[in-house]
């Protein structure tokens, strides 16, 4: 069982920035931050393996910096160039296995998620 705590999340305005984290309890091979708006569904923005190869969504990429400290077993998100659109609660994700891929019924482990609110 891997326990996952986001924090790190609040308003801003379009254009400014936000740097996500999220502690584990354990280690899992593939981490990855999630969001989803109201009335839409969860869609995955980024995930980083624990040799830190990362893959982005296209609508972050350029945008959004996914990094990980193995030794703090914590997951960060760096947002840069926030749009209303980013607006969502983001969730901090593990999966056991060591296939990654950006699918979140392939996840096995969620956080509680963090609000990201983006006005202009």
């Known amino acids: 069982q891997v326990q996952l705590v986001e924090s790190g999340g609040g308003s801003v305005q379009v254009g400014g920035s936000l740097r996500l984290s999220c502690v584990a309890s354990g280690f899992a091979y593939c981490m990855a931050w999630y969001r989803q708006a109201p009335g839409k569904e969860r869609e995955g923005v980024a995930y980083?393996?624990?040799?830190?190869?990362?893959t982005y969504a296209d609508p972050v990429k350029g945008r959004f910096t996914i990094s990980r400290d193995n030794a703090k077993k914590t997951l960060y998100l760096q947002m840069s160039s926030l749009k209303p659109e980013d607006t969502a609660m983001y969730y901090c994700a593990a999966v056991r296995g060591s296939f990654c891929r950006l699918v979140a019924a392939d996840v096995d482990y969620w956080g509680q998620g963090t609000q990201v609110t983006v006005s202009s």
């Open positions: 980083i393996t624990s040799i830190v190869t990362a």
